[in-house]
């Protein structure tokens, strides 16, 4: 059976078609999982649609990011036990997929791919993909590597992500700095986590808006800002040590710097 762009056929495990075979939720091996919450990442809203309801009627819980951007969804930021990446990209465009995903998130990476050689799967193993699975495939050997790697999830210890004395819980969903909670709001946290993340790299105000808050930059407001100023005044106003700074005319970026 064939994973197609405007169709999903896969098998049951009795091997009849499973699509349409049932419309209520289909018991299977993904429920000695326990509320395995799934982030697939698709370009093409057909496919991820027949995908996500496949998945769902294996008791599975699924979220979906689709679209020209759907590798920068914010949605990245959030704890999930897998994400799936169903790759029509090719050679080094496939790869860049891998590599950006896995600068957002530590949960386990398995690619759905068609045509990249041996040597290209591997050198996406080597950029942080936990798994590749080649199409075509059918239902029971996707859910067989879903719940071997979100086994593995539950046994990851949890992501800690730091500069400096600065610390991120990205499960618990906590900050401090010098052992002192900075008591964030919820999207204070995010824009900190994607700074993080890419500690060291100027984020311009187009790309954090883009992954903090899912939209396109819009020049005509000061937003950026101003949260920037808000998550400053609790990051670096109480320290000697600055880690957030402005580089003029192209954004911010989190770093520590020798003398600051």
Not at 54 to 81: C, F, H, V
Not at 135 to 157: E, G, Y
Not at 193 to 200: D, H, P, S, W
């Amino acid at each position: 059976m064939r994973l197609l762009d405007s169709q999903l056929s896969l098998e049951n495990e009795s091997g009849g078609s499973f699509p349409g075979a049932s419309k209520g939720r289909v018991k299977g091996p993904a429920e000695d999982i326990d509320a395995t919450r799934i982030l697939l990442v698709d370009h093409r809203s057909s496919f991820c649609d027949s995908m996500n309801e496949a998945l769902q009627q294996r008791g599975l819980l699924i979220d979906k990011a689709r679209g020209t951007n759907a590798m920068e969804t914010p949605a990245l930021a959030r704890d999930y036990s897998l994400v799936l990446l169903n790759s029509m990209q090719l050679g080094a465009a496939g790869l860049s997929a891998v590599r950006s995903i896995r600068r957002k998130t530590n949960a386990p990476l398995l690619v759905l791919t068609e045509r990249d050689s041996v040597a290209l799967r591997l050198a996406g193993l080597e950029l942080g993909a936990s798994d590749y699975l080649v199409k075509p495939f059918t239902m029971p050997q996707l859910l067989a590597r879903i719940r071997a790697l979100a086994r593995n999830s539950v046994a990851r210890p949890q992501p800690i992500l730091w500069l400096d004395d600065l610390e991120i819980n990205e499960r618990d969903a906590t900050c401090s700095r010098d052992g002192k909670d900075l008591g964030l709001t919820r999207m204070e946290f995010v824009l900190l986590l994607a700074l993080l993340r890419n500690q060291g790299r100027v984020m311009s105000r187009e790309t954090l808006a883009r992954e903090v808050w899912g939209t396109e930059f819009d020049p005509a407001t000061n937003a950026i800002n101003v949260a920037i100023l808000r998550l400053r005044n609790k990051v670096d106003a109480p320290f000697d040590v600055k880690l957030l700074h402005t580089v003029r005319g192209k954004g911010y970026v989190l770093e520590l710097r020798s003398g600051s």
